[in-house]
């Protein structure tokens, strides 16, 4: 039996939504709208209720009468209490402007347009603010007193972020929006026109200034960029080099001497070097296959670890370093951060295959740091493999990790956002135990047709 | 005499829903759909010297609105609606008499706040968190299929809320007016 129209419009919609119609289902849909009054209005009464949805809180207000109840299954569901939401948007944006939606675009919006009156004031308060504030966050003003993450952000404040997760955005009154990624630091400028990228990586949404204001100028050690127009970018900064990856708009660089080094356009990732050499390329999809190179040199910004030699073969070895998350020394091989292009797109089926030998057995780990497809947003989790890099002898010296990508999600790190994951950074750990490990060959690839199934 | 831009500030501020829900019908996603607002406002305020009249504003928000959102669908490769359903959706959005709306929308808000937890989670989860069904139904540790008609299940029971506030605001009105 066929269900009522109304009910089976609703079926519809909530694919829609996934954009996970059948063909027939999306010419059944189209089919409907395009003859049935009706239907058009139950669609646009949907999606009218998806956007008042997407205000609610999970908290019930106190107030609210219990009316029909629409549980998940037959059986009483117990709530489920629900972090931030993991999403930064504007949405949340226009509320710390104060006075409300209204107010607030009117504001940001009039302030382009209103006429230079010397009588009349500014019309917002050029101080920044914090917000979609995870994980380990500090805000520090010029004379490095603490200041609480949920209030201005002064010119010559320093905002950082450190650890797994943790992520905030910086939002400037003209709608300028800066995304904190894990481990990073921004600090603004006295006159707040002007932030400097200490470290790590940012997703800046930069927008033209309002009327009598001045552009934000982003810098780095090696960059200085500008833009009259608006542009939205992912910078880097890593030890010796920053990234610059363009994602729409255009920048101009400089260097921190004013020598321009160019424009750098939307589909774009410029790398300028500390020695100040460039490389540019285009921004291509992540792909969902991956081999480590260890005939070639490291790439500039790699964190720890160094090409050594199993016999006449090249292998990536552990260096012994200070881990600032474990807070102790241990020896790792840490990968640069390729946070805009990506080292590999996972999905819960990719295969993951680590060729390794160690002199001695005992723990260690692989892991990678992953974000989502869209660039621009802060969140982050990690996939990891813990277990026991095993010593073998003799024909089996060499020993082969094969696991996929969906059995690595057993941390309390792992990504709350569901594949793919974005691998952006790498990390082979055996503690503070020198294991004589040696990685011959890291892989990623998408499941294959026959052959092996690991676990 | 062409508008002053506080004025289709105010216009637009006000049509926001329809403007947003417009965006939101193509691009399946409402924050990307509340940006697409704003952009809106600020092209609109860069092209105000071709308003006349507010209602001619509200036109150009929405197929700005449109052209914008399906930009966006295509950068993430959805399937669109076709133009023609897209022009029926358009015209119903731009019609005076679905702004008749403060109505609806107030009892849609007080019915989403009488919703159970767990279907407010699932709401929250799904248009606030802009999560697919596959990853409701791992948080939740259900079926994608007990997702989806769950969902269909809360929209009609919105539905059904909104239509009986409305008919007691009805009577209860009507009952006031003096004989």
């Known amino acids: 039996m066929n269900p009522p129209p109304d009910v089976r419009l609703a079926e519809l919609f909530v694919r829609y939504w996934d954009d996970a119609l059948t063909p027939v289902e999306a010419r059944e849909l189209e089919q409907r709208l395009a003859t049935d009054h009706a239907a058009r209005a139950w669609f646009q009464t949907l999606v009218l209720q998806a956007v008042a949805a997407a205000d609610l809180s999970t908290a019930r207000p106190e107030s609210a009468r219990c009316a029909e109840a629409v549980p998940l299954s037959s059986e009483p569901a117990a709530p489920e209490l629900l972090g931030r939401p993991h999403r ?15 107010a607030s675009v009117a504001a940001v919006a009039l302030g382009r347009w209103m006429s230079s009156d010397p009588a009349r004031p500014a019309p917002l308060d050029r101080h920044a603010r914090l917000g979609s504030v995870r994980g380990d966050v500090t805000v520090r003003a010029a004379d490095g007193n603490a200041l609480p993450t949920d209030g201005p952000v002064p010119p010559g404040s320093t905002v950082a972020t450190a650890g797994p997760g943790a992520s905030a955005v910086l939002f400037y009154p003209n709608g300028t929006n800066v995304a904190l990624t894990e481990d990073s630091a921004v600090t603004l400028d006295l006159t707040g026109d002007r932030l400097q990228i200490d470290r790590g990586v940012v997703a800046a949404d930069v927008r033209p200034p309002l009327v009598g204001g001045a ?14 127009a608006g542009v939205v970018m992912t910078l880097y900064q890593a030890a010796r080099a920053t990234e610059v990856g363009v994602q729409r708009g255009s920048v101009n660089v400089s260097a921190p001497t004013g020598r321009p080094l160019g424009e750098v356009r939307g589909g774009e990732l410029l790398t300028v070097g500390s020695d100040g050499n460039l490389e540019r390329h285009a921004i291509r999809d992540t792909p969902d296959v991956y ?16 090409i ?8 990536l070895v552990p260096e012994f370093w200070f881990d600032p998350y474990h807070g102790r020394q241990m020896y790792q091989i840490r990968s640069d951060k390729q946070w805009t292009r990506g080292f590999f797109r996972l999905t819960r089926d990719s295969v993951v295959r680590v060729r390794y030998r160690v002199d001695r057995s005992g723990p260690g780990q692989v892991c990678f740091c992953v974000r989502t497809p869209d660039v621009r947003s802060p969140d982050t989790g990690m996939l990891e493999w813990n277990d026991t890099y095993v010593a073998g002898t003799g024909a089996d010296e060499w020993q082969t990790i094969e696991v996929r990508a969906g059995k ?12 793919p994951w974005i691998g952006f950074l790498f990390i082979f750990n055996t503690y503070d135990t020198n294991l004589g490990l ?11 047709p026959a052959g092996r199934s690991p676990g | 005499m062409t508008l002053e831009p506080d004025t289709i500030v105010q ?16 691009t399946r996603d409402v924050h990307a759909a509340d940006d697409i607002f704003q952009q809106v406002v600020m092209a609109a305020l860069e092209s105000r010297a071709q308003f006349r009249d507010p209602d001619h504003v509200l036109a150009w928000a929405l197929r700005a609105a449109r052209h914008r959102a399906v930009d966006f669908a295509r950068s993430r490769r959805l399937r669109s609606l076709p133009d023609d359903v897209l022009d029926l959706l358009e015209a119903r959005w731009a019609d005076p008499a679905e702004g008749a709306a403060s109505d609806r929308g107030e009892a849609l808000h007080r019915c989403l706040g009488r919703l159970t937890n767990s279907a407010r989670e699932l709401l929250h989860l799904r248009y606030a968190e802009g999560l697919t069904a596959v990853a409701v139904a791992e948080r939740l540790r259900r079926t994608v299929d007990a997702v989806y008609q769950t969902l269909s299940r809360v929209h009609r029971a919105l539905r059904a809320c909104v239509e ?4 007691e605001r009805e009577t209860s009105t009507t009952r006031e007016v003096p004989s």
Do not use: I, Y
């Open chain 1, 215 to 228: 552009p934000l100028v982003v810098a780095t050690t090696e960059t200085v960029l500008t833009g009259d």
């Open chain 2, 164 to 167: 009986r506030e409305l008919s």
């Open chain 1, 291 to 306: 081999a480590f190179d260890p005939t070639r040199p490291l790439a500039a910004g790699w964190a720890v670890g160094r």
């Open chain 1, 88 to 102: 930064w948007n504007r949405r949340r944006v226009l509320g710390f402007f104060g006075g409300g939606l209204a």
């Open chain 1, 408 to 419: 690595m999600l057993a941390n309390k790190h792992a990504p709350k956002f569901s594949n």
């Open chain 1, 308 to 315: 050594g030699a199993a016999g006449k073969a090249p292998v």
């Open chain 2, 11 to 26: 216009v637009l501020l006000r049509e926001r829903l329809r403007v947003t829900a417009l965006a939101a019908t193509v």
């Open chain 1, 438 to 448: 040696q990685v011959a060959e890291f892989r990623v690839s998408p499941p294959g």
